[in-house]
């Protein structure tokens, strides 16, 4: 059965510095998204991607945040500057329809 | 007041017992209704989805909408032990904004 993946699947970074998530969204998927989940806390929408460009974003999405697909078959989520509120997993989400999304196993991402 | 509002329990139960979760929520906007299972430290996994009122099912798994009541229930029947996890409910809308709104997840723990 297709899936989504993402590596690496723990990243310990240190403030200020860029990290860069990266997922393999399921092959005949067209929308992709990245969510975040704070320890204890709800899954929150960072941004969708379609047809090459952001669909949509939420306020947690600020300039430090951007995302990208490089070719093919990935999908990127580039934070430039960590701060230790970024601390959260991320997971990664494809779809052929909004209310039908197939996450990933997620990114924890460690900020020090 | 929150858009989505999910007791987080724990709920636990014994093995066998039919398990009711439920979320309410206030954006009478929302149409596509969704279940997710998590796992601890994974990613969230689709049980089912509903679009507008009614009961849909699938196997051990319920999923039913009052949108008159803005409540929305999963029922579990005959749950396992391997059913242990986090249960997210999400929604959203067909105009506008697409992209799902979470509950924060009840927990659940069937014990033997």
């Known amino acids: 059965e297709p899936e989504v993946t993402q590596t690496p699947s723990h990243q310990v970074t240190q403030m200020g510095q860029e990290v860069i998530l990266r997922c393999v969204p399921i092959?005949?998927?067209?929308?992709f998204y990245w969510y975040r989940q704070i320890l204890g806390q709800k899954v929150e929408f960072l941004v969708s991607?379609?047809?090459?460009?952001?669909?949509?974003k939420s306020e947690i999405f600020d300039d430090q945040f951007s995302v990208e697909r490089p070719d093919g078959s990935n999908f990127t989520l580039k934070i430039r500057s960590t701060k230790l509120e970024d601390s959260a997993m991320y997971f990664c989400?494809?779809?052929?329809?909004?209310?039908?999304?197939?996450f990933g196993p997620g990114t924890r991402l460690t900020v020090l | 007041q929150k858009e989505v509002e999910q007791d987080p329990g724990p709920l636990s139960v014994p093995e066998g017992a039919i398990v009711s979760l439920n979320c309410t929520y206030s954006?009478?906007?929302?149409?596509?209704f969704m279940w997710y299972r998590q796992y601890s430290r994974k990613g969230p996994e689709l049980l089912m989805y509903?679009?507008?009122?009614g009961n849909k099912e699938d196997g051990r798994f319920t999923a039913q909408v009052d949108k008159s009541s803005k409540y929305i229930s999963l029922f579990i029947r005959d749950s396992q032990p391997s059913d242990s996890a986090t249960y997210l409910c999400?929604?959203?809308?067909?105009?506008?904004?697409?992209?799902?709104?979470f509950g924060r997840g009840t927990s659940l723990i069937v014990h033997p």
């Open positions: 991607f379609y047809n090459n460009e952001i669909s949509e």
């Open positions: 989400a494809s779809s052929l329809a909004a209310h039908e999304q197939f």
């Open positions: 954006n009478s906007a929302f149409q596509y």
């Open positions: 509903t679009y507008s009122s």
């Open positions: 092959s005949n998927h067209l929308y």
């Open positions: 999400a929604m959203s809308a067909t105009g506008g904004s697409y992209i799902p709104t």
